[in-house]
């Protein structure tokens, strides 16, 4: 067996947590690819490594002295090779390479910023690598540049190019432990480019697909990906096994664990995922593929949620008979740069979700005034502060009374249904409400449908 092992920053927070992740890589020689995030917070109050990084670039695009952040990133990295008892030799590569990174062309604001947020996968993978080399055993740091992982050339939300799947195969002729930077790779004019925040665990799956890997391990702080958010429901039930499909689902609506996009690659090869606890390695974790486990006790997999969203509210008498109205109405986002989420429609109105990232008050003033103008739209609002939860499972439709449940479980607690909406997919149900009502939704939907 060949595995892909990935682990997140938490899991290489300080010198207690790399031994950990050293002993969990040594003590299987299966764990050959090893992909590793930047240093994570070392508890609630602390700062992620990458967000120190963000900071370094804005003032250094700002001109202002950057000896003071420049520190406390080099102290970071200082505090855990003292841990690991490692010489200073690391520290000196490590300050070289974010001089170099900060003396770099500083023109394009997004590109600058992309190449010093790399720096903390970067140079977390050069430090690993030389602790697992201090303790005997043999490894190598890969950059990507080297095995050609290319990107699109999206600064900041970059998408993998289809031949770096091919050009990653090179990596199975490396001897010994690979520890390999993930969040970041190469445009194809050889500059810095990252992946969306998160973006380590779609490194991990682009490996675990490239090398044609029969398991993807993905390291992070819990044991299990859980029914329902452990910070809203205490002790909730945990997942044995889920579908890609069901995991898609549920990381798009909210579940932080695994990258949303992560599974894309690995899904088409049929590799095996699996979610794992750097803290508690023995535990079985949740494991994730393409079958529907026929044993499960319950008809859904999850619940899951975010906060943030807008609605666009519009209304035309007959507008079910204009063709054309929400192709128009889609462009006008389109050519704002606002993504839409999901589009409920009836015979006579529309509405269109986004995430409220997207709007600000000249935004929404000007969409108003061009879908009244232009599409004749008698009615034109705009509604803030709504959230979406979703109850997902493969099967979970196939049960007549999953809607019934839910509905009766928001009834029960005084939660106003704003929109309801059932995939064509059969694998989950949608149900936008105010954000002041998120958790307490969240609670009472787990409780009708796993403990009752």
């Known amino acids: 067996m060949l595995k892909v092992v990935k682990f997140g920053g938490s899991s290489l927070s300080d010198a207690t947590q790399v031994k950990k992740v050293f002993n969990i890589v040594t003590s299987d020689p299966s764990r050959k690819f090893v992909v590793v995030s930047a240093p994570g917070k070392r508890n609630s109050s602390d700062t992620k490594v990458t967000d120190m990084l963000i900071k370094l670039a804005e003032k250094a695009l700002a001109y202002e002295d950057v ?101 990653l195969k090179v990596l199975n002729s490396y001897e010994g432990i690979v520890i390999f930077p993930g969040f970041f790779g190469y445009s194809v004019n050889q500059e810095v480019v990252t992946l969306p925040r998160g973006g380590s665990d779609v490194t991990g799956a682009i490996l ?72 508690n390695p023995a535990a079985p974790g949740t494991m994730i593929h393409q079958q529907v486990n026929e044993n499960r006790k319950h008809s859904i997999t999850g619940i ?84 979406l939860v979703m109850i997902v499972g493969e099967k979970c439709l196939d049960d007549s009374n999953t809607l019934h449940k839910c509905s009766e479980a928001l009834c029960e607690s005084g939660i106003v249904i704003k929109m309801l909406n059932q995939g064509s997919s059969k694998l989950s149900i949608m149900v936008g409400i105010a954000d002041a009502d998120f958790e307490k939704a969240i609670r009472c939907l787990y409780n009708k449908f796993f403990m009752e």
């Not at 406390?72 to 200082?78: A, H, M, V, W």
């Not at 992560?262 to 049929?270: C, E, M, R, W």
């Open 67 to 167: 000896t003071h952040q420049l520190n406390l990133i080099l102290q970071r990295f200082q505090d855990i090779t003292a841990g690991l008892g490692m010489s200073d030799d690391i520290i000196r590569v490590i300050l070289q390479d974010l001089v170099s990174r900060l003396n770099s062309d500083k023109s394009i604001k997004e590109r600058f910023l992309d190449n010093l947020k790399a720096a903390g996968e970067d140079n977390c993978a050069k430090l690993v690598a030389q602790y697992i080399n201090s303790q005997g055993f043999k490894a190598t740091y890969v950059s990507p540049k080297d095995v050609g992982l290319l990107l699109t050339s999206e600064f900041g939300n970059a998408q993998i190019l289809p031949v770096s799947y091919q050009n």
């Open 208 to 279: 675990a697909a490239s090398l044609d890997c029969d398991l993807y391990e993905n390291f992070t702080d819990v044991d299990y990906i859980y029914t329902v958010n452990p910070n809203i429901v205490s002790n909730p039930l945990p997942i044995d096994h889920l579908t890609f499909k069901e995991m898609r689902e549920l990381s798009y609506a909210g579940f932080s664990v695994f990258h949303e996009e992560a599974l894309t690659p690995v899904y088409y090869k049929f590799t095996h995922v699996n979610i794992k606890n750097t803290n």
């Open 304 to 387: 899951s949620g975010d906060k943030g969203f807008s609605t666009i509210n519009i209304r035309k008498y007959l507008m079910n008979r204009e063709i054309g109205f929400g192709r128009k109405v889609l462009q006008m986002l389109e050519e704002e740069s606002i993504p839409y989420e999901h589009s409920p429609s009836g015979i006579d109105d529309i509405s269109i979700i986004i995430r409220s990232k997207y709007l600000n008050e000249q935004i929404e003033d000007k969409l108003i005034c061009r879908i009244k103008n232009e599409l004749k739209a008698e009615e034109v609002s705009i509604i803030h502060n709504q959230a």
